[in-house]
């Protein structure tokens, strides 16, 4: 059973324009939610994080949104540039677990130029 | 820093034998993780340590995954016997506890062939 939910495989998004990513969680017990970008071959890195407290998180071209009302989250990416073509994954830590990630099944954004 | 670095990169094996896949985590972190990567099931959460001792395993699959972590700075995850449905990406993370939450910094991984 997926707690944490990328519903979309794959995303294709014009260079210089807005990449949306989207994730849905069901266990409302999640305190902290981040999103990590992984290049093939490599492990996935930290991207941005944001906790459950607070509704945006902002940095550089990178901005996580949540709404806990409908239990999703997005990552907003503006402009878009070639070198963010990767696999993305959503991730969520349950409340007082500090030390346990879940993540999601990821998806994958193609820039195209 | 020379992150966390995972042996061996690549590993085919038949059917039936055994796989030993390796670990060095980041000086200094206290949490050591090791996830499975198919196209299925995403990021699976097998195993993780804490000042090296096993703290929550309930994501290793079967009877057949075993992990070890004997000191801070070394793990291995054993497969035996293994078979074609493990054939995955592993990767081993660490992190250090912080104040909120700690992001993991993940190996390059091991991509497993079991034929």
Same mark, same amino acid.
Not at chain 1, 26 to 30: E, L
Not at chain 1, 78 to 84: A, E, I, L, T
Not at chain 2, 54 to 64: F, V
């Given at each position: 059973d997926q707690q944490v939910k990328q519903n979309s495989p794959s995303l294709s998004v014009q260079e210089g324009r807005i990449s949306i990513l989207n994730c849905d969680y069901?266990? &409302?017990?999640?305190d902290y939610f981040l999103w990590y970008k992984k290049y093939p071959a490599e492990g996935p890195t930290f991207l941005i994080s944001i906790s459950s407290i607070k509704d945006k998180n902002e940095d550089g071209r990178f901005t996580v949104f949540l709404n806990k009302s409908a239990k999703h989250l997005s990552l907003h990416i503006?402009? &878009?540039?070639?070198?963010?073509s990767a696999v993305y994954f959503c991730a969520a830590r349950p409340m007082g677990r500090d030390d346990k990630i879940i993540f999601g099944k990821g998806t994958r954004l193609h820039i195209l130029p | 820093d020379a992150g966390v670095i995972q042996s061996p990169r690549h590993e085919v094996t038949e059917m039936g034998q055994e796989v030993t896949l390796r670990c060095k985590p980041i000086s200094g972190h206290d949490y050591l993780f090791w996830y499975r990567q198919t196209m299925m099931r995403g990021l699976e959460l097998l195993i993780y340590f804490n000042n090296n001792v *096993?703290?929550?395993?309930?994501?290793? *699959? !079967?009877?057949?995954f075993s992990a070890k972590m004997p000191n801070a700075s070394f793990s291995t995850l054993k497969i035996q016997?293994? !078979? *074609?449905?493990?054939s995955a990406v592993y990767f081993c993370a660490s992190s250090f506890p912080g104040t909120n939450v700690s992001p993991l910094h993940f190996g390059n991984g091991t991509r497993l062939t079991v034929t």
């Open positions: 069901t266990n &409302s017990m999640f503006v402009p &878009s540039q070639p070198g963010d | *096993p703290i929550d395993d309930s994501g290793m *699959p !079967e009877d057949r016997p293994s !078979e *074609p449905r493990d």
